[in-house]
C-alpha cells in the first residue's frame, strides 16, 4: 500500500530549528510535485512549499528565506528545512505527493497524516 509518512516534528522555542521529513513509501512509478502545507487551529489549509520534480520550488511568503525544501527523488523523499521558527509557524504540517502508481494508473495526490510543530515564545 502507497502511503505518505511525515516525521521531524516537535516542540522549540522561537528561533530554533526542525527539519520535516517526509517519505513515500510503497511501490510507486512515479511522483511529480512533492510539498509541505500546514494546518492551523480555526484556519483552512495552506501551502508551505513546494518542489517539482525537477527541482521547481514555491514558498509562502511569510516562510521565505526561512525555510527550505528539497527532496531526493531516489528516496521519493521530501524534506522542510525550518529555520528561525516563529510561534504563528505553529501548526500541524500535512506532506503531499503527487503520483501514479504504475505506467496505466492514473496521477492522484496522496497526503499524509501531518506532523505537529509547536514554537513557544
Known amino acids: 500500500q502507497v502511503q505518505v509518512v511525515e516525521s521531524g516534528g516537535g516542540s522549540v522555542q522561537a528561533g530554533g530549528s526542525l527539519t520535516l521529513t517526509c517519505a513515500a513509501t510503497?511501490?510507486?512509478?512515479?511522483?511529480?510535485?512533492m510539498g509541505w502545507y500546514r494546518q492551523e487551529p480555526g484556519n483552512q489549509q495552506e501551502l508551505v512549499a513546494r518542489i517539482s520534480a525537477g527541482g521547481t520550488t514555491n514558498y509562502f511568503d511569510s516562510v521565505k528565506g526561512r525555510f527550505f525544501i528539497s527532496r531526493d527523488n531516489a528516496k521519493n523523499t521530501v524534506y522542510l528545512r525550518m529555520n528561525d521558527l516563529k510561534p504563528e509557524d505553529t501548526a500541524l504540517y500535512v506532506c503531499?505527493?503527487?503520483?501514479?502508481?504504475?505506467?496505466?494508473?492514473?496521477?492522484?495526490?496522496?497526503w499524509g497524516r501531518g506532523s505537529q510543530v509547536t514554537v513557544s515564545s
Open positions: 503531499m505527493a503527487n503520483l501514479r502508481r504504475t505506467q496505466t494508473t492514473n496521477w492522484e495526490v496522496l
Open positions: 510503497g511501490y510507486i512509478f512515479s511522483i511529480a510535485d
